[in-house]
């Protein structure tokens, strides 16, 4: 009987992990499931066809963020929007307040959590307490698999900041991005020169 208890419970957790596909895609704290390989389809598109990562409302100062997990597979998938180490990343002026749409393209666990770059680059383990107040996805050191989660936070200090995987040994692997808040200016997404070089 308890082989049999524990079988079913088994069987019970197993469905509760299967997909479970959304009428409509709507993202909450806890995530909504999507298919591996499938966040570039909610990611914004601009002129010819480029990926938007970010838009912004400068009167109510907020900047929508977009963060594909594994978005490529450069750095061995460990890159947020196709790019790891810091060599890209955003550019928020302080003040403003930071919705990001986060979405892990793999099944293998990523988080976010905003973190000092100098830690970004060199801490095995970033912990959950995120540097502004609610930056990072739920439990950034478990990660989360082929999800959309959706989560804000106010930049009320300048400095150099990261968007950087919480899942241990990622970040120091190169899974992060950069964060700049600039004094002010408008919210950006910056690529490095030479791509932009290419594309003039
Ligand atoms: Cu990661």
């Given amino acids: 009987m ?3 208890r524990i079988f079913s419970s088994l069987l019970a957790l197993s469905l509760m992990a299967a997909p479970t596909f959304a009428e409509e895609a709507t993202p909450s704290a806890d995530g909504t499931i999507i298919a591996p390989g499938q966040c570039h389809t909610i ?52 003040g403003y307040k930071v919705k990001v749409k986060f979405c892990n393209n793999s099944p293998t666990p990523h988080s976010l959590i905003i973190v ?24 950034p050191l478990k990660g989360t ?26 970040s120091a692997h190169g899974h992060w991005i950069r964060l700049d808040v600039v004094k002010d200016g408008e919210p950006k997404f910056v690529e490095p020169e030479k791509k932009m070089e290419e594309e003039k």
């Fill in 43 to 94: 990611v914004p598109t601009g002129e010819f066809g480029k990926p938007v990562f970010v838009t912004f409302d400068a009167e109510k100062k907020e900047a929508y963020l977009t963060i594909v997990a594994t978005l490529t597979d450069h750095n061995y998938g460990m890159n947020f929007n196709g790019y790891a180490k810091g060599e890209a990343g955003y550019t928020i002026p302080v």
């Fill in 2 to 4: 308890a082989v049999m």
């Fill in 145 to 170: 698999t082929s999800k959309i989660v959706d989560f804000e936070f106010v930049v009320d200090e300048p400095g150099k900041f990261a968007f950087a995987c919480g899942f241990p040994t990622h």
């Fill in 116 to 139: 000092e770059a100098s830690e970004a680059k060199t801490k095995i383990n970033l912990g959950e307490e995120p540097y502004f107040d609610g930056g990072m996805t739920p439990d």
